[in-house]
């Protein structure tokens, strides 16, 4: 079985630019979560979605966004890139909600804001 | 690799020997734990999880232990192999909200 797929791997934006991740979750799961990782604040979680709905949303500006479509693949998008914009993007899929069981993580995509 | 953490508290360990990682939660209303792995270059990989009505759980060569009095979770790693070198992430899950918190994480090295 196909693991979590994340694309693109590697990503460089300047500052006001905005940009998409995309995630493939393993097939047969519903949930989707996406997770910021840096240095100095460590993995923080952005949002979750199931069935195309988006169930939980961490602490972060409107500028971050996301869906999911109907075959459970999401998409993130920051808008209006800061420099601390940079990070590893992580997302990780589910059978169920997140919270109740074991998550499946992608390798993340590494975005560079200059 | 990717840089997972610059400032990461560190647990060197020989090889052969058992690793104990520790990890602290400040949410009383916590049910769900979970312990990640994430080597260089790659996402968390999922290890053990414990439920709170549990204080322990044991899986190949792994073990978690769970302290809801003193808000504590551990991660045992009996007999580290390099392979095991990577960081560790304890994970926590609010009943009310079903969201994954995660800890700062401690980066385990295994001298060969």
């Known amino acids: 079985k196909a693991g979590v797929t994340q694309t693109p791997r590697y990503l460089i934006k300047t500052r006001g630019q905005q940009v998409t991740l995309s995630c493939s979750p393993i097939?047969?799961?519903?949930?989707v979560s996406w997770y910021q990782q840096t240095p100095g604040q460590g993995l923080q979680f952005l949002f979750e979605?199931?069935?195309?709905?988006?169930?939980n949303k961490g602490n972060f500006p409107g500028r971050f966004s996301g869906r999911q479509f109907s075959n459970s693949r999401s998409e993130m998008n920051v808008s209006t890139l800061e420099l601390g914009d940079s990070a590893l993007y992580l997302c990780a899929s589910s059978l169920i909600l997140a919270g109740g069981g074991e998550q499946y993580f992608g390798p993340g995509t590494r975005l560079t804001v200059t | 690799g990717e840089s997972v953490g610059l400032h990461l508290p560190t647990l060197s360990v020989q090889e052969g020997d058992n690793s104990i990682i520790n990890c602290a939660y400040s949410n009383s209303a916590s049910d769900y734990f979970i312990w990640y792995k994430q080597e260089s270059g790659k996402g968390p990989q999922f290890i053990i999880d414990i439920r709170s009505n549990m204080d322990k759980r044991q899986g190949q060569r792994v073990t978690v232990l769970l302290n809801k009095t003193v808000k504590h979770l551990s991660l045992q790693i009996a007999a580290t192999q390099p392979g095991d070198s990577a960081v560790y992430f304890c994970?926590?899950?609010?009943?009310?909200?079903?969201?994954?918190?995660f800890g700062g994480g401690t980066r385990l090295m295994v001298k060969p």
């Open positions: 994970a926590e899950r609010d009943n009310a909200g079903n969201m994954l918190t």
């Open positions: 979605y199931f069935s195309e709905t988006q169930r």
């Open positions: 097939s047969g799961h519903r949930s």
